[in-house]
């Protein structure tokens, strides 16, 4: 997770809101790293979580990213969650949760759906001081 709050601080650097993801194997060993980049690209759909599901795909030369596991500093929303289910991640690991816009233990909780193509393990509340501390300052600096 620390890696994944690395990119998060890499993206409030950049202006973008602060959320950092990294996709590791079954070794652990890491094969994608991003940040939020929907501003920098105009691009609504350029979250960590998508970003760090194509990199890793392409490191891996195939779209099933079986054995993998995301770690995220901000709880996915139902969005990223539809990409996590198609990518076939097995675990998501995250840090703070989103009780307004996310999408796997709050709001749409896309993994509980009998339509959800899969439901990969989910670890919540990982570092999630340090990744809620980033938001929250990172908001509190746009109101002020």
Known sequence: ???????????????????????????????????????????????????????????????????????????????????IAHARLDRVVYGAGDPKSGGTDHGARVFDHPQSHHQPEVVSGVMEAEATALLQDFFASKRS
């Open 1 to 83: 997770m620390d890696l994944a709050l690395n990119a998060a601080r890499a993206a409030a650097a950049a202006d973008e809101v602060p959320v950092g993801a990294i996709i590791t194997d079954a070794a652990g060993t890491v094969l994608a790293t991003a940040q939020n980049r929907t501003r920098r690209d105009n691009d609504p759909t350029a979250h960590a979580e998508v970003l760090a599901i194509r990199q890793a795909a392409a490191a891996l030369g195939q779209d099933r990213l079986n054995g993998c596991t995301l770690h995220v500093t901000l709880e996915p929303c139902a969005m990223c969650a539809g990409a």
